[in-house]
């Protein structure tokens, strides 16, 4: 086997550039060094184990028209490689790092850097062997079946993985074509006038620094809510958790795309019409319009990215357990406490100073849901007093007291 390549050089590493065959990879590559020898000790090991990743692989190849993958790295051991350097007589230059790389077919070649990719290579060409003439990009490096090579392979392993920056989750919001939640998230920034501009921070984190005067919430928190939206919505269709988190590895059809659209910006309209303080910050028209509802007081929990989730999260439980509409349940919301310096919610999110480290989320839900609707918690009364007194450290019969009066009685 000839294959077409660019050699180079590294640090110390000898590299060979080429494209391979889908129909090569499966004949020529294994997809684990342990299909070689079981590694018995630590020492021996050289890539991590392989997971059930390659299905999400398998899927990609077998349903994207617009695939495409990064280079493969392959070690080479055994056999015996040959570089076959191609002259250029009419040039006035010599390249002498073009040429052919020739294998024997002897050689052991195995994934340094991929192999989750070539084993779903290899099982989407069991479902689709059309699939065979497609080409990957691979690079070629010389792995030593000895305690020094093994060291040197092991060492480039986790080179490529440790000193690889991984792309942050906003980066993946803001690029991504296939997650339809994403590209969601990116028509109400343009459109919806609650996240337009930098009234959503697109930073790596999910909270808002407290320096941040202007922004509502964050880009990763109004990921989390469209996804709350879509996914209830996927529910509704009768897709289980499984074919849901399959839903979001591949971009639907424009059909299905402008209906999920149009069901969030319907939700995310009549929040914004339904909830006083969100027509209060989107009249500001001040870089600091923010200050009043995210303070050193606490402010309003919609503009605290731990509620603002759970918020949208009860607003679609009042929708299918009450059977009333999206603006119905936002107006039921809004009549709740949203002051976080204030009983309910001091001492549960704010102590006081700043936001208590791992607030409950179940607990936010379950008070929200308490404060609407408290029926809808029969039989799980005593449980929620009982988890309420744990989080802010007072006798049950004291939570019971305290969050009476703040009991949503009112059928809708």
């Known amino acids: 086997m000839k294959i077409p390549a660019i050699k180079g ?9 080429g494209v391979m065959s889908f129909d090569q990879i499966n004949s020529y590559v294994l997809p684990s060094i342990g299909e070689i020898y079981q ?10 184990e392989l997971t059930s990743n390659f299905e999400n692989i398998k899927n990609y190849l077998l349903n994207d028209s617009e695939r495409f993958f990064n280079a493969i790295i392959l070690a080479v051991f055994n056999g015996d490689p040959q570089w076959l350097e191609v002259e250029f007589p009419a ?14 077919g002897e050689e052991t070649i195995f994934p340094v850097d991929g192999q989750h990719r070539v084993k779903g290579i290899k099982e989407a060409l069991q479902v689709n062997p059309d699939l065979g003439t497609e080409q990957v990009p691979v690079i070629f490096i010389a792995h030593h079946q000895t305690d020094d090579g093994r060291r040197r392979t092991r060492k480039l392993f986790s080179t490529l993985n440790r000193r690889a920056m991984p792309v942050g989750k906003n980066q993946n919001i803001a690029l991504d074509e296939d997650d339809v939640c994403s590209i969601i998230t990116r028509d109400l920034m343009h459109n919806c006038a609650l996240f337009t501009g930098d009234n959503v921070l697109n930073h790596k984190g999910k909270q808002i620094p407290a320096a941040n005067t202007s922004a509502f919430t964050s880009l ?11 996914r209830w919505r996927m529910y509704q269709k009768g897709y289980t958790k499984k074919q849901y988190k399959r839903f979001l590895e591949q971009r639907p059809d424009d059909e299905t795309v402008a209906e999920l659209t149009g069901k969030c910006d319907s939700f995310f309209a009549d929040f914004i019409e339904n909830t006083p303080a969100l027509k209060e910050y989107l009249a500001d028209q001040t870089t600091y319009r923010a200050r009043k509802f995210r303070n ?18 009860v607003a679609l439980i009042l929708v299918d357990k009450k059977g009333i509409t999206f603006a119905e349940a936002f107006e039921k919301l809004s009549e709740v406490i949203l002051t976080i310096g204030e009983k309910p919610w001091l001492g549960l999110i704010w102590d006081g100073k700043k936001i208590i480290n791992r607030v409950s989320r179940a607990l936010i839900n379950d008070l ?6 408290a029926d809808l918690m029969e039989g799980q009364l005593d449980r929620f ?3 309420y007194s744990i989080a802010v450290n007072i006798s049950v019969e004291q939570a019971k007291n305290l969050l009476e009066p703040f009991q949503g009685r009112e059928n809708l």
């Open 385 to 387: 007093y009982e988890d």
């Open 91 to 104: 040039e006035e230059r010599e390249y002498t790092n073009v040429g052919f790389l020739q294998l024997s």
């Open 39 to 48: 590694a018995t000790c630590l020492d021996n090991l050289l890539q991590r």
């Open 368 to 373: 929200l849901i308490y404060m609407t609707s």
């Open 220 to 230: 990763i928190t109004l990921y989390q809510c469209v996804d709350i939206v879509v």
């Open 296 to 313: 050193s007081e606490g402010g309003n929990i919609l503009f605290r990215p731990v509620a603002l989730t759970e918020y949208c999260t």
């Open 9 to 17: 050089k590294v640090g110390d590493w000898t590299y060979y550039s």
